[in-house]
């Protein structure tokens, strides 16, 4: 991510006016960078996989990429996330959601700094998000957070919920392919 070279706006500004694809942070706007060709697809392809199960399951909600979400007093865009039904219908159509998610993945490019990282995890989980899923498609590993547990997943392994759309569960070689 990169910080544009603007003058800092408050959060008030920022929530009236969003940019597509920008975080506020501390007054700063950070714009998220250009995506390669292996995170694109693996964002769509998890956006997919996890869209097609919420129907075929029955469990309903929306998935959304890189949309706007209210955190501890920053917003975020996370790469791939999920709602449920019941909060779908309680904020609609929406600019920023004034919570997190309930289901996130980012997916992490070589770029990406570990700090900041996993502060959008915390913040994430502090603003009712019950499940972050960070990707890591150089070193195909899959490590699911929720408050109460860590599990990173390898390469032969499956990735699977436990919060958030239940009985979802994805090969991580399938994914990281």
């Keep these: 991510m990169i910080s544009t070279p603007s ?19 501390n007054g ?24 097609n199960y919420a129907s075929s399951s029955g469990q309903g909600g929306e ?12 917003t975020r865009c996370p790469d791939v996330a999920y709602l449920t039904p019941d909060l779908v ?12 998610f309930s289901l996130i993945a980012e997916v992490i490019s070589p770029n990406d700094e570990a700090e900041e990282v996993f502060t959008k995890v915390r913040e994430y989980l502090a603003s009712e998000c ?9 070193s195909q590993w899959v490590l699911v957070i929720t408050s109460q547990r860590q599990e990173l997943r390898g390469l032969e392994d499956m990735a699977t919920t436990h919060n958030v759309l239940a ?7 399938e994914l990281i392919a």
Aim: proline fraction near 5%; include cysteine.
């Design 130 to 138: 019950e499940e972050v899923w960070l990707v890591f498609p150089d």
């Design 89 to 100: 219908a309680q904020y609609g159509d929406f600019k920023i959601l004034p919570r997190s």
């Design 7 to 25: 003058a800092p706006i408050s959060l008030e500004e920022f929530l009236a006016n969003p940019r597509d694809r920008t975080e506020w942070v």
């Design 167 to 173: 009985g979802f569960s994805v090969a991580v070689k």
């Design 28 to 51: 700063n706007l950070i714009e998220k960078q250009d995506m390669t060709a292996k995170t694109g697809r693996i964002q769509a392809r998890l956006a997919r996989y996890w869209g």
């Design 63 to 74: 998935v959304y990429t890189e949309t706007s979400c209210r955190t501890v007093g920053r």
